[in-house]
C-alpha cells in the first residue's frame, strides 16, 4: 500500500541524480513522512556519495537519518572471523563487506529470532571491533524484536554521516565485480491450482542446488517471487548453508496467468548463473505442467563505481 520507486541499472551513488528525481516523484502528491532507501547490496562509501551530497545540495528537501547497516548473521559470522567456516566469498568482496560495517551510524544484526543469546553476543563483541563507538541493535521484523529501538534511531536527532571511509576503490571495484547477477523474469499458465509457496520455494532450491553440483559459488541472495490472482509468493536463498525461507505466503492458491521474478547474486560468471536460473525454470514448470509462455533474463557483472559526487575528509 506504499508508494515505491525504483533505481534501476546502477548502484545510488553512480545514479545519485536519478536516485533524488525518483525520491521526488514520491513526494508530488503529498510530502511522505518517511522514505526508505535500500542501496545494492554490495555498495559501500554511501555516507561519502550519498549521505553528505544529500546534505550539502538538498538539505532543505531532505532531512536525513543516520546512516543504518543491517548485518546478515549467515555471511558476518565467517567474514568477521566468528565461525570456523570460510566465507567463500574473496578477500576483496569481504574488504567491501567490512567497510560498510565502518561507515554506519549504527548497526542492526538482523534475523534476531533465530540466533542464540551466545551468537549474538559473540557478533557484538566482533563488530564493536570492527566498528568501535558504534550502536548496535538486534532485530528481527518477524518477531518485533528491535524494530521500536531502530524506529527510534531512524527518528533521532543523531547526525547522519558521521564515518567517512578511507576506501581502495580499485579493491572495492574487484570485489564487486566478483558477483555475478542475473535478473529473469517469466510468464507462465497454469491450467489447475498451484500453490505458490511451494512453487517458489522449489525454484529457489532448484537454482541454489545447480550452483551447489556444478560450481563453488558464494550465494549473496537467490529470491523469487510468484505474482497471481492478486497475491504474491517470495522465497530467498540467503546463503550456502542455510535453506530455503518463504519470505512472503501468498495465503492461497493460483491460477491461470502467473507472473515470475528471480533475482540472484552470486560469486560466480554471471552468463552461468544465468543459465542455472534458466534451466531451473523451465524444470520446474516441467516438473508442474506448468506452460512457459514468456521468459526474459538478463546477466551481468557491476561494472567500477563511478560516483555522480564523493565528499572528501577536507570539504
Known amino acids: ?16 541524480d536519478q536516485m533524488v528525481e ?24 554511501l555516507v561519502a556519495t550519498i549521505v553528505l551530497p544529500l546534505q550539502q545540495m538538498f538539505g532543505e528537501q531532505f532531512e536525513l537519518a543516520p546512516f543504518g547497516v543491517i548485518l546478515k548473521p549467515s555471511h558476518g559470522s565467517r567474514i568477521l572471523g566468528d565461525s570456523d567456516s570460510r566465507s ?44 568501535p563507538g558504534v550502536p548496535i ?52 499458465e497454469s491450467q489447475s491450482d498451484l500453490d505458490g509457496d511451494a512453487f517458489a520455494t522449489e525454484l529457489v532450491g532448484h537454482i541454489g542446488e545447480r550452483i551447489g553440483s556444478e560450481d563453488d559459488g558464494a550465494i549473496a541472495h537467490v529470491k523469487v517471487s510468484v505474482s497471481g490472482n492478486g497475491t504474491h509468493a517470495v522465497a530467498n536463498l540467503v546463503d550456502n ?42 524444470a520446474v514448470c516441467q516438473e508442474r505442467d506448468l506452460h512457459l509462455t514468456q521468459s526474459n533474463a538478463r546477466s551481468l557483472r557491476p561494472g567500477r563505481p563511478v560516483p555522480t559526487h564523493r565528499v572528501t575528509a577536507d570539504q
Open 137 to 188: 541493535v538486534t532485530c528481527s521484523p518477524k518477531t518485533g524484536l528491535g524494530v521500536d529501538e531502530v524506529m527510534g534511531y531512524i527518528e533521532s536527532p543523531m547526525r547522519a554521516g558521521a564515518r567517512l571511509l578511507e576506501i581502495d576503490y580499485d579493491e572495492y571495484a574487484i570485489g564487486e565485480a566478483e558477483l555475478g547477477w542475473v535478473n529473469l523474469s517469466a510468464v507462465l
Open 1 to 16: 500500500g506504499f508508494e515505491v520507486g525504483e533505481v534501476a541499472g546502477a548502484c545510488f551513488c553512480c545514479s545519485f
Open 88 to 131: 567463500g566469498f574473496s578477500p576483496q568482496a569481504e574488504y567491501i563487506f567490512r567497510k560498510q560495517l565502518e561507515e554506519a551510524d549504527y548497526l542492526i544484526i538482523g534475523r534476531g529470532d533465530q540466533l542464540s543469546d551466545e551468537k549474538v553476543a559473540a557478533l557484538r563483541t566482533r563488530l564493536s571491533e570492527v566498528a
Open 241 to 282: 548453508f542455510s535453506g530455503v525461507e518463504v519470505g512472503l505466503s501468498a495465503g492461497r492458491r493460483l491460477s491461470g496467468t502467473l507472473e515470475v521474478v528471480v533475482n540472484a547474486r552470486v560469486a560466480i560468471e554471471p552468463e552461468l548463473l544465468m543459465r542455472h536460473c534458466e534451466a531451473a525454470l523451465q
Open 22 to 45: 525518483t525520491a521526488g516523484r514520491l513526494g508530488k502528491s503529498a510530502a511522505p513522512d518517511l522514505l526508505l532507501a535500500e542501496p545494492v547490496g554490495s555498495c559501500t562509501d
